[in-house]
């Protein structure tokens, strides 16, 4: 067998190399058409010492000079030779230029092995980071669910490749986070609630009767025979033997150190929370941006970049055939929409307004009949309760307890089918109709959870008058709230089983039926029935309410993040179980590019609210006088001043050091040189991306022009 001969990169203008560059033929200049590129007139990018196109001395070796000089205008990296992997050479080639390339790079010394190892702790930084990443819990589902494992919440809507695509992901991997926050505060609680509770001694019973207490008496235990119905109804409803256990607030006893680990608990699971929320925000801001700045949803895009030539597999395929079509739908109706809006007559203009103002008008009445009700079921509880066939009846009484949380399941599941009938009838586009639906369902959902805290307040404080008679004695209605703590913790716990309960009831009870029954239908009545669809963004707005009921609770029901943890973990395999036996893939896709922003951005707006009741809570209303860690005290804050008095002097002085003008001035003029110096920076990064873009186009118009030449020589050519 003949040996092949070894390439050499000298041999590539000779008969038997590789074939040379086509000669230069008769015409224009190479130096006289790249002076005409409209490029030419944009020098000014390119900075100092940049020749103009053209302005060379000799016209016979115009073609080496012109290309020399076309090198020396790019950047260092860009005249850096390609990988060898990227040449359009036999295998051969390539390795005899990877081999030069790398003696080259040798040659050059200290340097390049400074970048060699450079080089090589970054390959070791990207496997490590690849393994962490395949030690993800769920990774595999994910995969299935959106495809393309690793991308994580980056994912923009062109790497779409799984079953269901990335907005369907979107809610798992919200989803897992909220499950990693929860383990989290679980471990805090323990930590910081728990264990202090018992290291200095098993925590006591409940309170005695007093009759020298001038806030009256507290006894949770129930007197006499207990049936294993009522310990189901107790279980259910936290009260019972629940009510005086570690997962309320009113089992922890009075002690120092309990009450300042207790309250310190909570301000860290919300800065906590805070934390890796903004840092969820952030790491997903930069795909937001390139999506919705047009880049990934223009038409060109969609038409050439937007298929996946790696998918394989029928339901892959079909899925982003779906998705291609759907987002070309959306941008075909909305450019009609907007080109109807603007030729309408001023008649036409307010014909359509009035239109949006009653449709407004009818959701704002739908909303406040809505928390009427909450309010209405809130206080009706309590009246309730005292009823004699109530209390004589333990599942009449469940379903008492139950009243506030079963109003607001209702509501959330009949209002927001009402707000996407009423969406598309205002005339908006298709992208502004899916945010005015988000919106509404976002606050129709945390606003029912304020409107009930508010009418619970509002039995604790006796509607905010100190001085009625209920609430003149102890600051709070003792009477009817011994322990309201504990009253506001067991309602959180009813609204989180609740949630649970109904969201596997509309599973087994509804989902399944429908699925078994459209495959026993013929074919017109099941394209009747229809398929049932993954609705992302009810499914996260759910996720995202039960978290906002978590962080409201877990000052009055410590162990409610442990719940909520086991909550999510079964949630999670319920809802990948419907998802793969009972769900389609939606017929509407549902663009991840706002899952990565405006879903955290909806979080921390439920985090700003459930920190308002809790703040109220601590720093304006009296605790309990017979239950929970700050009986005693004339607020929940007041322990905090005591405990930094028994503290070192030089301790206290720094900690006032830090309230004091003398550290706030500076802390605040520090801030603000920041922000300008961030706001700066994000200017001249603005306009440099704007410069970049039209650089650009100018390249574009360069292909135009450089096509058009090569039309017109062809045509001349063929013509000679």
């Known amino acids: 067998m003949e040996k092949t001969p070894a390439w050499e990169p000298e041999a590539r203008g000779s008969t038997t190399g ?99 190892r450079a080089l090589m702790l970054r390959r070791s930084k990207e496997k490590m980071w690849e393994g962490l990443r395949s030690l993800e819990p769920w990774a595999w589902t994910l995969k299935r669910i959106g495809g393309a494992m690793g991308l994580g919440d980056g994912r923009t809507p062109g790497s779409q490749g799984g079953q ?39 925590p006591p019973g409940p309170p005695g009767p007093d009759p020298s207490s001038l806030c009256g008496s507290y006894n949770p235990h129930p007197q006499g025979l207990i049936t294993f119905p009522s310990q189901v109804f107790n279980l259910l409803s936290g009260e019972g033997f629940l009510e005086w256990s570690p997962l309320f607030y009113g089992f922890y006893p009075p002690r120092p150190r309990l009450a300042v680990s ?47 030539f790696g998918l394989s597999g029928d339901v892959h395929v079909r899925l982003r055939q779906r998705i291609i079509l759907y987002e070309l739908q959306v941008e075909l109706e909305e450019a009609v929409v907007r080109r109807r809006a603007a030729v309408r007559t001023l008649g036409q203009q307010a014909r359509v307004w009035s239109v949006r103002v009653l449709l407004n008008l009818l959701v704002v009445t739908l909303l406040g009949a809505a928390f009427y009700g909450v309010y209405w079921a809130t206080e009706s509880t309590v009246e309730l309760q005292e009823w004699p066939p109530v209390q004589q009846m333990p599942l009449l009484k469940l379903g008492v307890d139950y009243l506030p949380s079963i109003f607001i399941s209702v509501v959330n599941f ?84 609740f949630d649970l309960l109904t969201g596997v009831a509309v599973m087994l009870l509804i989902q399944f039926p429908l699925k078994l029954f459209c495959g026993f239908c013929p074919g017109t009545l099941r394209r009747v029935v229809g398929t049932q ?18 962080w409201v609770g877990s000052f009055f029901c410590p162990l409610l993040p442990l719940l909520n943890t086991a909550k999510f973990l079964l949630l999670f395999y319920l809802k990948k179980l419907a998802l793969f036996s009972v769900c389609s893939p939606a017929s509407r896709t549902f663009r991840a590019s706002m899952a990565n922003f405006f879903f955290p951005l909806v979080l921390l707006l ?51 050091f830090l309230g004091t003008q003398a550290f706030a001035v500076p802390l605040l003029l520090i801030s603000s040189i920041l922000m300008v110096y961030t706001l700066t920076l994000a200017n001249s990064y603005g306009r440099l991306i704007s410069e970049l873009k039209q650089q650009i186009e100018m390249e574009a118009q360069n292909k135009v022009f450089l096509a058009q030449r090569a039309v017109a020589l062809s045509s001349a050519n063929r013509a000679l």
């Open 164 to 202: 269901f695509g990335a907005g369907t992901e979107s809610y798992f991997l919200l989803l897992r986070f909220l499950l990693l926050l929860n383990v989290l505060a679980s471990v805090l609680k323990a930590c910081m609630t728990l264990l202090p509770a018992w290291l200095d001694g098993a």
């Open 606 to 656: 439920g985090l700003a609210i459930s920190a308002v009741p809790v703040l109220y809570s601590i720093f304006l209303i009296p605790p309990s006088k017979l239950c929970g860690p700050f009986r005693g005290q004339s607020s929940i804050w007041a322990q905090i001043p005591e405990s930094i008095s028994s503290l070192p002097q030089t301790i206290q002085n720094f900690i006032f």
């Open 262 to 308: 207790y309250l310190c608990s909570t301000f860290a699971i919300g800065l906590l929370s805070l934390v890796l929320i903004l840092h969820r925000s952030v790491s997903g801001l930069k795909q937001t941006l390139l999506a919705e700045s047009g880049v990934l949803t223009s038409y060109s895009h969609w038409v050439f970049s937007a298929w996946d």
């Open 18 to 116: 590789w074939p040379a560059p086509w000669e230069p033929r008769a015409g224009p200049s190479l130096s006289s058409v790249l002076s005409e590129l409209p490029s030419a007139a944009t020098l000014r990018y390119r900075g100092p010492g940049v020749l103009l196109w053209g302005a060379l001395e000799n016209e016979e070796d115009d073609g080496e000079r012109s290309i020399q000089a076309f090198a020396e205008g790019f950047p260092k990296e860009l005249r850096d030779p390609p990988a060898s992997r990227e040449l359009p050479w036999p295998m051969q080639a390539r390795r005899t230029h990877r081999q030069s390339y790398t003696r080259d790079q040798v040659a050059q010394g200290s340097g390049s092995r400074a970048a060699h």
């Open 414 to 497: 009949v209002l927001p089918p009402m707000f996407k009938l009423i969406a598309p009838l205002e005339g908006y586009t298709r992208s502004r109709q899916i945010i005015l639906i988000l919106l509404r369902t976002v606050f129709l959902r945390l606003a029912s959870l304020l409107v009930l805290l508010l009418s619970l307040w509002n039995q604790i404080t006796c509607g905010g008058n100190t001085e009625a008679g209920e609430c003149k004695t102890c600051g709070y209605n003792y009477k009817e709230l011994p322990c309201w703590e504990t009253r506001l913790g067991q309602e959180m716990y009813r609204l989180l089983l």
């Open 533 to 550: 669809e993954f609705q992302v963004p009810d499914e996260v707005l759910g996720l995202i309410y039960a978290q906002t009921v978590v």
